[in-house]
């Protein structure tokens, strides 16, 4: 039999956002004792296991996969995030991404997958046009078209990533991403956010992924610029943004599919306006309370391939919902993780 793996009784509890204190007393034991078991002192017993297991919401066989968590810590997890988050809630989204990735790679053992997979480790040293080189050279190796990218989560699927949507419990972190040798580069991504945001955010994650193998001090400016040019190309936007006023804003907001705010901050990088204009114009939009809720809403854009995954699973492989649940080490996650039918092109998944 396996042995009973530390680290996954730490990725469990962060992920449920406990702390020792609170598991503890959950499970009728001492702090320290959680903590002796965190720390491999000791070997909590089969019933200890499963009364862990049923309060984390985890299989008992969670605890005893051959996973090496703290191999993947957040050196290799990016994030977009505001200043006033905690590092509380980071560590219970970083704990997240990994649950998620071990559940996805367990889900792949059982199908074969024939993506071609269009994910490459462009070093920004070797692209003297920087961040923005990078991301030109990103959207011809995706084969995108000229102009606005249309599903910018089709995209990501259709080269080989992942995308998941998660409730963060806050607004102060907007994503997570990670890729790591033999998987998929995968991308969690808080579901409360609008989608011109959710966007931005995801391009930026792009960035990092493709750019940033070994973190930098510049990197999010970086990974900022790389999506400006991603989602917005200059050879394209910079006819429109000769003149523009707050109508024009939200006018192009629904043709790019972005917010105003980074239309703005487009023009004014691309200095087809001055300072002097896009401080007026940043100012009038918080006049009209749009710096928080901007106008127009952007149609929602929905992962397929997790839901693909599942329905190969459940459909093609006869797996029952408690099955699958095993499958994926977690009490409820069927339900949970599968939501709506659509068959993307991006990966082809079947049985074994």
Not at 13 to 28: V, W
Request: charged content about 30%; glycine content about 6%.
């Amino acid at each position: 039999m396996p042995d009973f793996n530390r680290e996954m009784l730490v990725i469990a509890r962060e992920s449920r956002g406990m702390t020792q204190t609170q598991l503890a007393g959950e499970i009728g034991v001492s702090q320290a004792e959680v903590s002796k078991y965190e720390n491999g002192i000791k070997v909590p017993p089969a019933s200890q296991v499963a009364k862990i297991a049923h309060r984390l919401r985890y299989t008992d066989s969670f605890f005893f996969l051959d996973e090496s968590i703290r191999a993947f810590g957040s050196g290799c997890v990016y994030h977009r995030k505001r200043k006033s988050a905690t590092d509380t809630k980071l560590a219970q989204l970083l704990a997240m991404i990994n649950v998620k990735r071990i559940q996805v790679k367990n889900l792949l053992k059982s199908v074969d997958s024939k993506t071609a997979y269009s994910f490459e480790s462009l070093d920004i040293d070797e692209f003297k046009g920087g961040p923005s080189e990078v991301a030109r050279s990103l959207r011809a190796l995706w084969h995108l078209p000229p102009g606005p990218v249309h599903n910018l989560i089709r995209a990501i699927e259709d080269a080989g990533g992942l995308v998941i949507k998660c409730d963060f419990g806050t607004s102060k972190v907007d994503a997570l991403s990670q890729w790591l040798p033999g998987s998929c580069p995968i991308f969690l991504v808080n579901d409360a956010i609008p989608t011109d945001r959710l966007r931005f955010t995801l391009a930026h994650e792009v960035g990092h992924i493709v750019m940033h193998r070994i973190p930098s001090e510049d990197m999010e400016r970086e990974a900022d610029k790389f999506a400006a040019e991603f989602l917005m190309p200059e050879k394209e936007i910079r006819p429109h943004l000769g003149y523009v006023d707050i109508p024009k804003l939200a006018a192009m907001k629904q043709h790019w599919r972005v917010a105003m705010g980074a239309l703005l901050y487009r023009a004014a990088d691309l200095k087809t306006i001055d300072d002097r204009r896009k401080s007026y114009l940043w100012f009038r939009m918080g006049q009209a309370g749009y710096r928080t809720h901007e106008p127009v809403e952007i149609a929602p854009e929905e992962p397929t391939l997790l839901k693909e995954l599942l329905e190969v699973h459940e459909y093609s492989m006869g797996y029952r919902k408690e099955e699958l649940d095993a499958a994926v080490f977690e009490e409820g996650a069927f339900m949970d993780l599968r939501r709506g039918r659509y068959r993307g092109p991006g990966m082809r998944l079947v049985s074994k």
